[in-house]
């Protein structure tokens, strides 16, 4: 007990700590976020998380005092392997199916097919992938993966600890805890970035771990707790599929189409969105930790799906799309910029369209917000402020302008 309230400490702090030190040295490098489009946010961050889950969770492997089985580390192997692909894929430009390629090979040697069966080892091989690259496309909004990865973590270890799986159990509340300390700096606005490293790292852990969990089980009940157990990850990943498919726009080009931008499309703020799709995982990940406990049937997983379902169809009705597939301007962007489109009609010879992209407040607004960001940015690499330019504020007088 003791043991544990230690790791999770240590996790939390360490990862805080890396956080910050690792946001400077991806400014310096240049990793930033192509996504943010108003200011740079750097990635990176998932780094953090990966290094203090290991190096933590190891540690206690070596010292003895809470050393990890053959199946838990061999998970922490795979997820570290993971991690380094994100990484790469957060450096340089790599496809989606090659990330996913890559996780199905090191989900290949987590999954027991010897207690599983190779018919069910082979789908916890699929699955274990596919929630894995649905965790990266939870990070499109601040705080949203680490929020749902904290959730995640929580309910499987509760579930480890039924089947008396120790060391799994203090693998994920060390993982748990460190999504906490890099929230420090993720939470909006965002200071740093969970990149592919982290995401799919966090994914693949978490997936993992369930199917540890879940071995000697039925089919039909574990599918419903593992649904249950990552039905935020899961209702997004098919949300942005369906919405693609049926606007004809290719899986692999990205867009405003998650939850949260559609949240976001309905009036809620950020953080609004973030809060309340933490609640719904919350929610979800206590049926599926109480069900596999026993203490609800899995017929109560029914209710989670009742939730999801018509959530997805709904959200599935806003529009974010513009002509041909390509992202509407009054759509939310990766991290909520925001742009906004009027359009007026003439009433004779022919219709007559005139697009505006913000209001003159949200203008300056977002000029100021640019600004200051800008600085902060500097100030964090070490680089002197720009010089002040000429002008009516700096003393000198505008040129007259010809008429």
Not at 48 to 75: E, H, I, K, M
Not at 203 to 213: I, K
Not at 355 to 361: E, K, P, Q
């Amino acid at each position: 007990m003791l043991y544990g309230i230690a790791t999770a400490i240590t996790a939390l702090l360490a990862a805080a700590a890396l956080s910050a030190l690792l946001r400077v040295l991806a400014l310096r490098l240049g990793l930033v976020d192509r996504r943010r489009r108003l200011r740079p946010v750097p990635l990176l961050g998932g780094l953090a998380v990966v290094v203090s889950t290991c190096v933590v969770a190891a540690a206690g492997g070596w010292t003895g005092a809470a050393p990890l089985s053959a199946p838990v580390g061999r998970l922490l192997s795979a997820g570290a392997g993971v991690a380094v692909l994100g990484l790469v894929a957060d450096v340089w430009r790599i496809r989606t199916r090659l990330l996913l390629v890559g996780t199905l090979v090191a989900a290949a040697f987590v999954v027991p097919y010897g207690e599983t069966g190779l018919p069910m080892g082979i789908a916890s091989v699929a699955w274990i992938a596919c929630v894995a690259v649905a965790f990266r496309g939870l990070d499109h909004a601040d705080g949203l993966a680490g929020t749902v990865g904290v959730l995640t973590a929580f309910g499987a270890g509760a579930c480890a600890a039924v089947e008396m799986m120790d060391d799994l159990a203090v693998l994920l509340s060390v993982l748990a805890a460190a999504l906490t300390g890099f929230l420090m700096h993720n939470w909006h606005p965002a200071r740093i970035a969970f990149g592919a490293c982290g995401s799919l790292f966090t994914g693949f852990v978490l997936a993992s771990a369930a199917v540890l969990t879940r071995t000697g089980y039925d089919a039909l009940s574990t599918a419903a707790v593992l649904f249950a157990l990552t039905a935020v990850a899961s209702a997004d990943a098919v949300l942005v599929v369906l919405s693609r498919r049926l606007a004809g726009r290719p899986l692999r080009r990205r867009g405003p189409d998650h939850l949260a931008h559609r949240l976001r499309r309905l009036g809620l703020t950020g953080p609004g969105a973030t809060v309340l799709l933490g609640a719904w995982a919350f929610a979800a990940v206590l049926v599926g930790a109480l069900v596999h406990a026993g203490w609800l049937g899995r017929d109560a997983v029914l209710w989670v799906a009742g939730v999801s379902l018509p959530a997805v169809l709904g959200l599935l009705r806003v529009r974010v799309y513009g002509p041909r597939g390509r992202p509407e301007r009054g759509a939310q962007g990766a991290y909520g910029t925001q742009t906004h489109l009027t359009r007026t009609h003439a009433t004779q010879g022919g219709a007559a369209q005139h697009d505006t992209t913000r209001t003159a407040r949200g203008r300056a607004a977002a000029d100021v917000y640019d600004a200051r960001s800008r600085a902060r940015v500097r100030k964090d690499v070490g680089l002197p402020a720009p010089p002040r330019s000429g002008g009516p504020r700096s003393g000198t007088r505008a040129p007259a302008r010809s008429t």
